[in-house]
């Protein structure tokens, strides 16, 4: 099974080639809607495009929580625009160790939109910059593609499947905003009713690079069914991105997850552990 990561000295091979990959640069920053793209602007890979995390990767924020999925047809015209073609490999990277947001393009263009070839650089942008990779400011895209994806609508759960699903429910936010002790960002503290909390940091070693696959094995919670989560959907596809490493069955994506989990009052909401 092929690993969805990409070393940095893997990856300037690759672009040397005559098969290089089209890199995307996901940078984000929550609460700053501009920022990924004002990053980018400034300085990135060499031919690197911009997917923003607000505009490209997520709807309007509403009912589906802060950062549901587009429609099938937004994210099409998305890609299309951008050039990403299925005979052309993509690389995605970011500076949070893929957290915001490398994984979740990870997730929607290799696991929703169903491109055969997509890798995350492990170790992101710092991961790069240690091999010496030069980095430039970022330009527009060159030239559209015609690509329809055939979506799987079986990797992502909604709402009403969570609440009466079987499934392991992975909480990928930090153990204090799951036990209700604090909550930066979204009007109500607390996680889905059995859920367990596998932070999304927890993947990563202390250099921002993913753990082993043998140790993810060992680490990673393991059940019939599951299903992973966060705050917005984002760092939940970090999770789904560890197991892919370890080379485990993929977990769902609850798209709306936490914020879009409270937007019923009637959703019930546990705290502590």
Not at 79 to 105: E, Y
Not at 248 to 253: A, D, K, M, T, V
Request: charged share 20%; with cysteine; hydrophobic share 45%.
């Amino acid at each position: 099974m092929r690993s969805p990561l990409i070393d940095a000295a893997t990856l300037q091979c690759r672009l040397a080639s005559s098969s290089a990959p089209q890199l995307f640069d996901c940078r984000a920053r929550l609460k700053q809607p501009d920022a990924g793209a004002a990053l980018w602007q400034q300085a990135s890979l060499p031919g690197s495009l911009h997917l923003d995390l607000d505009r490209d990767l997520a709807a309007a924020p509403g009912q589906g929580g802060r950062h549901p999925l587009p429609s099938r047809e937004d994210f099409t015209a998305t890609l299309q625009r951008l050039g990403v073609s299925p005979s052309r490999p993509l690389v995605v990277f970011d500076d949070m160790g893929g957290q915001l947001a490398a994984a979740r393009a990870w997730w929607m263009l290799a696991c929703w939109a169903g491109h055969p070839e997509v890798y995350v650089l492990d170790g992101g942008l710092a991961a790069w910059q240690s091999v010496g990779g030069a980095l430039v400011p970022g330009a527009a895209a060159r030239g559209a593609s015609d690509w329809r994806p055939a979506f799987d609508e079986a990797a992502w759960v909604d709402a009403d499947e969570v609440f009466s699903g079987r499934a392991l429910k992975l909480d990928a936010r930090s153990l204090a905003r799951f036990r209700g002790e604090e909550e930066p960002i979204d009007p109500v503290a607390g996680h889905i009713p059995g859920a367990r909390c596998r932070p999304s940091a927890a993947n990563l070693d202390e250099s921002g690079r993913f753990k082993p696959a043998e140790q993810l094995v060992a680490e990673l919670p393991r059940a019939e069914a599951l299903v992973s989560y966060c705050g917005s959907g984002v760092t939940a596809c970090h999770t789904i991105l560890a197991y892919a490493v370890a080379g485990l069955p993929l977990p769902r994506l609850y798209a709306g997850s936490w914020s879009g989990w409270i937007e019923d009052p009637a959703r019930p909401v546990a705290r502590g552990d």
